[in-house]
């Protein structure tokens, strides 16, 4: 048995620890060492010294930098490991349990919906709020600036009709009659200072600035950084100029009142250049004074004023107020005493939003885990199919598209169930069609009959695995030899057993008899096979056979030709010559003679037999090897050539011709050549 030690932060040094059968794993990624570490090996010496050195001890050498200390592994193991290492370890298996689970693509959707969800709510409501909070607090400011416009424009109409009154500067002269008019314009501008002139007309009034053209002006204007509503009218009257000013500064006790009017509170009215207070400010000061709900940061009031020396407008913060959140709800609430018309609709409205984005986070949550389960159920299932279970199937909940992808991927189990059994079928046909293959090569000769003057071969490429042609040889005896070449009608297994049959039948027919005087002629041989064949593997079969007997003594070749292609004779001097003589395929007509040719062979001549699909190969454009180029080839050949070699050559050729394009008929070739 194996002793284990995981230890940690040991190098070079452990090597200094004596034991016969110690073994070293190191980690090349570092070479730091630590005393604790060595030390906590070191203690563990004794008991590597006690181990019997029939077994090894392996030892693994990393390179942490964590402190070390023992544990037990297992009941012959010992762990020397860092504990930094194993809390490490169990944060390492909660990340990769959290990898695990964020992998899962139910997870990933849940909080991506979730997270989005709830992000978009928040950001709506904090959008909500911040406009709200904008609106109030601006609006606010906007009542104090509104209230200053009104009363500017107001009081414009105030000074005339006092005027009206003075006909000339008697008033001048009258301190009653002149201290009864200004009480009256203080009266009518409260908080006002007013100053009422009378000059003569031949003195020029010195005591306007510049820019003013005009006898009246009214509006708010800025005098040594001062913030005030000024009036000025100048008028002539008999005998003098009147000439009325009238200050209303707007100071701290005036804004207080104009602020309290409106429910709000004054917290600063020392008047600032806006352009200042937004240096002073910030855009962060700003932004939290207008938009953050709640926020103690005043928000200024403005107004635009003109400098009174220079004529120039500038705008100026001349308050800051705190505005009050509910008595501003409280007052856009109610028209008088009775609630808003519109405070109802909107609380149903928002209350209509907040259930319509419910009911969406609703449906997509479960839109989500309804597209989950059907992945989850597709990734099993193909699961199960990578296995080879094809019984797996998925459950249709509903008619969409996922339910649609499920019935799909349940018609494509079912499919591939059938293709798997038909796959099984497959191959088990053509296990049998491998075995009919090999049984079908051993009725074929194995080896050729020895022949005194002569030699005879056979060669037969089947279209397919199986052949529907047939070759066969029968050895009488030394001098006489029997040729069959035969091509069934059809291809494959129906055409390869009518072969077989018609190989039986001939034997049966030729071997049975052991005088030559009672063996059957070639055309005896024909119409008995005619007969047998005619009609036993229905109407429409028949097979095409040449036969004939070779006597070599006599050089005597005696054959018939039942509807085969015609053999070619290569005669000794290398001339080429078709023998068309042949009569009807056997098996179509059961009551039919065929006629017994003959022809005698010269030394070194040869006869070729052969099947048609010899001269019917194609090459790859369709054109047919035909009987033409078979003589062709024939004529090429040179004098005294073998039979084999005749069989070697004509295959080569047509097997040249036809590169490239599928073969689709059985081909046979048989020679007899004479020495």
């Given at each position: 048995m194996?002793l284990?030690?995981?230890l940690v932060e040991?190098?070079?040094?452990?090597?200094?620890v004596?034991?016969?059968?110690l073994?070293?794993i190191?980690?090349?990624?570092?070479?730091?060492?630590?005393?604790?570490?060595?030390?906590?090996?070191?203690?563990?010496?004794q008991?590597?010294?006690?181990?019997?050195?029939?077994?090894?001890?392996?030892?693994?050498?990393?390179?942490?930098r964590d402190a070390v200390?023992?544990?037990?592994?297992?009941?012959n193991?010992?762990c020397i490991e860092?504990?930094d290492?194993?809390?490490?370890?169990?944060?390492?298996?909660?990340?990769l349990?959290?990898?695990?689970?964020?992998?899962?693509?139910?997870?990933?959707m849940?909080i991506?919906?979730?997270?989005?969800s709830?992000?978009?709510?928040?950001?709506?409501?904090?959008?909500s709020i911040?406009?709200?909070?904008?609106?109030?607090?601006?609006?606010?400011?906007?009542l104090?600036?509104?209230?200053i416009?009104?009363?500017?424009?107001?009081?414009?109409?105030?000074i005339?009709?006092?005027l009206?009154?003075?006909?000339?500067?008697?008033?001048?002269?009258?301190?009653?009659?002149f201290?009864?008019?200004?009480?009256?314009m203080?009266?009518s501008w409260?908080?006002?200072?007013?100053v009422?002139?009378m000059?003569?007309?031949?003195?020029?009034?010195?005591?306007?600035?510049?820019?003013l053209?005009?006898?009246t002006?009214?509006?708010?204007?800025?005098?040594?950084?001062?913030i005030?509503?000024?009036?000025?009218?100048?008028?002539?009257?008999?005998?003098?100029?009147?000439?009325v000013?009238?200050r209303?500064?707007?100071?701290?006790?005036?804004?207080?009142?104009?602020?309290?009017?409106?429910g709000l509170?004054?917290?600063?009215s020392q008047?600032?250049?806006?352009?200042?207070?937004r240096?002073?400010?910030?855009?962060?000061?700003?932004s939290?004074?207008?938009?953050i709900?709640?926020?103690?940061?005043?928000?200024?009031v403005?107004?635009?004023?003109?400098?009174?020396e220079?004529?120039?407008?500038?705008?100026?913060?001349?308050?800051?107020?705190?505005?009050?959140?509910?008595?501003?709800?409280?007052?856009?609430?109610?028209?008088?005493l009775?609630?808003?018309?519109?405070?109802?609709?909107?609380i149903?409205?928002?209350?209509g939003l907040?259930?319509?984005?419910?009911?969406?986070v609703?449906?997509?949550l479960?839109?989500s885990?309804r597209?989950?389960?059907?992945?989850?159920?597709?990734?099993?299932?193909?699961?199960k199919?990578?296995?080879?279970?094809?019984?797996?199937?998925?459950?249709?909940?509903?008619?969409?598209?996922?339910?649609?992808?499920?019935?799909?991927?349940?018609?494509m189990?079912?499919?591939?169930?059938?293709?798997?059994?038909?796959e099984?079928?497959?191959?088990?046909?053509?296990?049998?069609?491998?075995l009919a293959?090999?049984?079908?090569?051993?009725?074929?000769?194995?080896v050729?009959?020895?022949?005194?003057?002569a030699?005879?071969?056979?060669?037969?490429?089947?279209?397919?695995?199986?052949?529907?042609d047939?070759?066969?040889?029968?050895?009488?005896?030394?001098?006489?030899?029997?040729?069959?070449?035969?091509?069934?009608?059809?291809?494959?297994?129906?055409?390869?057993?009518?072969?077989?049959?018609?190989q039986?039948?001939?034997?049966?027919?030729?071997?049975?008899?052991?005088?030559?005087?009672?063996?059957?002629?070639p055309?005896?041989?024909?119409?008995?096979?005619?007969?047998?064949?005619?009609?036993r593997?229905?109407?429409?079969?028949?097979?095409?056979?040449?036969?004939?007997e070779?006597d070599?003594?006599?050089r005597?070749?005696?054959?018939?030709?039942?509807?085969?292609?015609?053999?070619?004779?290569?005669?000794?001097?290398g001339?080429v010559?078709?023998?068309?003589?042949?009569d009807?395929?056997?098996?179509?007509?059961?009551?039919?003679t065929?006629?017994?040719?003959?022809?005698?062979?010269?030394?070194?001549?040869?006869?070729?037999?052969y099947?048609?699909?010899?001269?019917?190969?194609l090459?790859?454009?369709?054109?047919?090897?035909?009987?033409?180029?078979?003589?062709?080839?024939?004529?090429?050949?040179?004098?005294?050539?073998?039979?084999e070699?005749?069989?070697?050559?004509?295959?080569?050729?047509?097997?040249?011709?036809?590169?490239?394009?599928?073969?689709?008929?059985?081909?046979?070739?048989?020679?007899?050549?004479?020495?």
């Open positions: 194996r284990k030690f995981w040991i190098s070079s040094l452990i090597r200094a004596s034991h016969p059968d073994k070293f190191e980690d090349e990624s570092e070479r730091h060492i630590q005393r604790a570490a060595l030390q906590s090996f070191l203690a563990h010496k008991k590597l010294q006690s181990v019997s050195s029939n077994h090894p001890v392996v030892v693994f050498v990393s390179h942490a200390r023992p544990c037990a592994v297992g009941d193991d010992i860092c504990s290492r194993a809390q490490s370890g169990r944060e390492g298996k909660t990340f349990k959290l990898s695990n689970a964020w992998a899962a693509l139910r997870w990933k849940m991506i919906f979730s997270f989005f709830i992000v978009s709510v928040a950001m709506i409501t904090c959008f911040a406009l709200l909070n904008v609106v109030i607090r601006r609006e606010s400011a906007f104090i600036e509104e209230r416009k009104v009363i500017v424009e107001s009081r414009k109409g105030i005339d009709p006092v009206n009154r003075i006909d000339g500067c008697e008033y001048a002269s009258n301190a009653a009659l201290s009864l008019f200004t009480e009256y203080s009266a409260p908080g006002s200072q007013t009422v002139s000059l003569p007309l031949e003195v020029q009034p010195v005591v306007n600035p510049p820019w053209d005009s006898p002006f009214t509006g708010i204007v800025e005098d040594h950084g001062k005030e509503i000024r009036f000025l009218r100048m008028v002539k009257r008999k005998g003098c100029l009147v000439r000013v009238v209303v500064p707007l100071g701290e006790a005036y804004l207080s009142q104009s602020a309290a009017a409106s509170e004054v917290v600063d008047p600032m250049i806006l352009r200042r207070y240096h002073d400010e910030g855009l962060v000061g700003e939290e004074a207008n938009f709900p709640g926020s103690w940061r005043p928000i200024p403005v107004v635009v004023a003109r400098n009174w220079s004529g120039s407008t500038e705008s100026w913060v001349i308050c800051k107020i705190r505005p009050g959140y509910s008595r501003t709800i409280a007052d856009l609430s109610r028209i008088g009775r609630r808003a018309s519109w405070f109802g609709p909107l149903s409205i928002g209350f907040c259930l319509a984005y419910a009911c969406g609703f449906f997509s479960r839109l885990r597209i989950v389960s059907v992945i989850d159920s597709l990734s099993y299932a193909a699961h199919v990578g296995s080879g279970d094809f019984s797996v199937s998925i459950p249709v909940a509903e008619q969409d598209q996922l339910g649609l992808l499920a019935t799909s991927f349940n018609t189990t079912n499919h591939l169930r059938d293709l798997r059994e038909q099984k079928q497959r191959i088990i046909l053509e296990r049998d069609i491998a293959h090999e049984a079908q090569q051993y009725l074929y000769p194995r050729a009959p020895v022949l005194w003057g030699e005879v071969c056979g060669i037969t490429a089947p279209a397919r695995i199986v052949s529907g047939l070759y066969d040889f029968f050895s009488f005896d030394d001098n006489t030899v029997g040729l069959l070449c035969a091509d069934v009608s059809g291809k494959g297994m129906s055409a390869a057993l009518m072969m077989a049959h018609l039986a039948v001939a034997h049966g027919r030729m071997l049975i008899l052991e005088q030559p005087s009672a063996r059957p002629s055309s005896a041989l024909a119409a008995m096979l005619n007969r047998d064949l005619c009609g593997f229905g109407d429409n079969r028949y097979a095409t056979m040449f036969y004939g070779y070599s003594s006599a005597l070749l005696r054959y018939v030709n039942a509807g085969n292609c015609p053999p070619i004779l290569i005669s000794a001097t001339e010559t078709v023998l068309r003589d042949g009807l395929p056997i098996g179509l007509f059961s009551e039919i065929y006629r017994e040719l003959g022809i005698t062979l010269s030394r070194g001549s040869a006869i070729v037999v099947s048609d699909g010899l001269i019917d190969a090459d790859f454009q369709g054109r047919e090897f035909g009987e033409e180029r078979l003589v062709s080839c024939c004529k090429l050949l040179p004098k005294g050539t073998s039979a070699s005749i069989c070697t050559f004509l295959s080569q050729r047509v097997a040249e011709w036809s590169a490239g394009a599928e073969q689709f008929d059985d081909t046979t070739i048989v020679v007899l050549a004479v020495n």
